[in-house]
């Protein structure tokens, strides 16, 4: 198989998902012919629901690593949506719930702005207020206990009541539904940053992915497919109360199914649903009478087993022991990779003279101020940056020198100067976007994309800036310039440290964009002498198209053949501006690295 046969996809690819998803629904159908006319028909229906549920929570948890306690608010919405419609107005359910989704989405766009700013447990935390909200205001607008409306002679749109299996149909309806779109979303340009988002929110905004708006969408994605359920799940109720839609309950059931199942993947929160639910409510319905509480207690055994037992949840395990059982005896296949499907970039000289000193600048810093609490970083520190010029910043350990990267790519506010990026004032942009206007940045420690292959890191940053056949070039282009193409399709979670920096490297060309500016943070740090020669060759010919580079090292011996000037930091402020030999025989300089005694 050629490189030009293989396709840039995100992790969820299509064939085995269109797989996972036929045997849902053969599972689905099955379980509602073989409940038939019975009492199960019920309990199927709801496993159902609460599959689509979970499954709708798990875009936003599972996919975008934003975990919160709140999708009550957007399942309730959606079931008073199309309760009080078909009560107030005889409107049917299947038409009155798409109110409760456009409701639902306006509200997850007004929580995302007002929380996704927050990360971790405080989101997760801050959501769980908004369902407490949102029953509260129930209450007080008199709507402590609303009912379906009895419709004998309604059709599909009333989800019958004359046929028990019809709404047992719409739930699975809605679960491959749900499934189908949470595929659909991965597999899009904006899975891809999603997929970002959820490996290293910093890596993936430095790249350029706007994340606030990508969980943002997520959000909202997620929160309209809730609502949807919660409209059917209100003529399965037949009765809808806020204590039961907007309940703690209700937010923490799709948390556990999908943890039970095997959070962020596509079956985990369906198989989660189809296991706890029939067994909690067939344990219910014998033992229920002398244990009233026998579901949560189902539910958190259910719980503790696995997350003892098999931390990652029940699918990942049998995913697993299915590719060992498939695999044994065999050595697992690698990719053959006989050319690329782009040509390398072509041969430029790396002696190419440093700029002049009347060249523009295409990066400047005057007067940065930054303290953390009464301590000074940086104190009114000066940089120019030429078009061509590779500048190093150097400095002994607490010189300021990560402090003053992430004030420039926007991580940090400065207290006090201005940043200018090809004239442009970014002093206080967002890291995002000042990735788009030129600038693409390594960290000290290594943060890839784990879980999207080589490539997929390289394209993700090479598509927020060029539409997908134009980043799918630059992804190509950028790995063959630091020698990656044939370890274009592995996972980046396997490669070397050499390739781990040399991956970062690419990512943040693409990023960057011809002509924009790098910032490398320790980038020569625990390589072997080979693989600093690669890197040091790619950045020699990206200063030779017209790129400039600015580095942070520790030591000037490492970039001392390497910079065309040395920028000297100690205790936040710029000791010393010049050649490398200028440098060298600089008394300041000297006094910060070596002490008093070695100055003459």
Known sequence: MTMSDQRIESAMRMRPAVLQLSAVAAVGIAAIVAAGDTPMQPVVGLALLYAAYASAWNIVAGFAGQFTFGHAAFFGLGSYGATLLTENLGVPPLYGLWVGVVLAGIAAAGIGGITLQLRGLYFGLVTAVFPIVFAVVATYMGLQEEQVPFNPNGNFAFFSPRSPWVLSAFALGATLLVGAAAVALMRSRYGLFIGALRADQDAAEASGVRTTEVKIG?????????????????????????????????????????????????????????????LSEILTANFGGTLPSLSGLVYGAALLVVITLFPAGLVPVMR??????????????????????????????TDASPPDETAPAVLEIKGVHKSFGGTRVLSNVHLRLRRGEILGVIGPNGAGKTTLFNVINGFLRPDAGTIELSGRNVTRVRPSTIARAGLGRTFQTARLFSGMSVVENVYAAALTRAASREAT?????????????????????????????????????????????????????????????????????????????????????????????????????????????????????????????WVA
């Open 473 to 597: 070039r630059v992804a190509w282009s950028m790995l063959a310039e630091v020698g990656l193409s044939a370890r274009a399709t592995v996972h980046a979670d396997v490669l070397s440290t050499g390739e781990i920096r040399r991956l970062e490297l690419a990512r943040a060309m693409a990023s960057a964009g011809e002509g924009g500016v790098l910032m490398l943070d320790e980038f020569l740090g625990g390589l072997t002498s080979a693989d600093s020669a690669v890197l040091l060759a790619s950045l020699r010919r990206w200063r030779a198209r017209g790129g400039s580079v600015l580095a942070i090292e520790h030591t000037m011996r490492a970039m001392a053949d390497f910079v065309d000037r040395f920028v000297v930091l100690n205790f936040g402020e710029v000791i010393a501006d010049g050649r490398p030999d200028e440098i060298w025989q600089d008394r300041a300089v000297v006094k910060a690295y070596l002490g008093e005694k």
């Open 218 to 278: 997520a959000l909202v994605v997620s929160a309209g497919l809730a609502a949807a359920i919660g409209g059917i799940y209100a003529s399965v109720a037949l009765v809808v109360t806020p204590g039961d839609v907007f309940g703690v309950q209700m937010s923490v059931k799709p948390v556990l199914f999908s943890v039970f199942g095997g959070i962020g993947t596509l079956l985990g929160p369906i198989v989660g649903a189809l296991v706890l639910v029939p």
């Open 320 to 349: 697993d022991s299915v590719f060992r059982r498939l695999s044994r005896g065999e050595a697992a296949p690698s990719p053959v990779v006989e050319a690329a499907p782009f040509e390398p970039l072509a041969p430029v000289s």
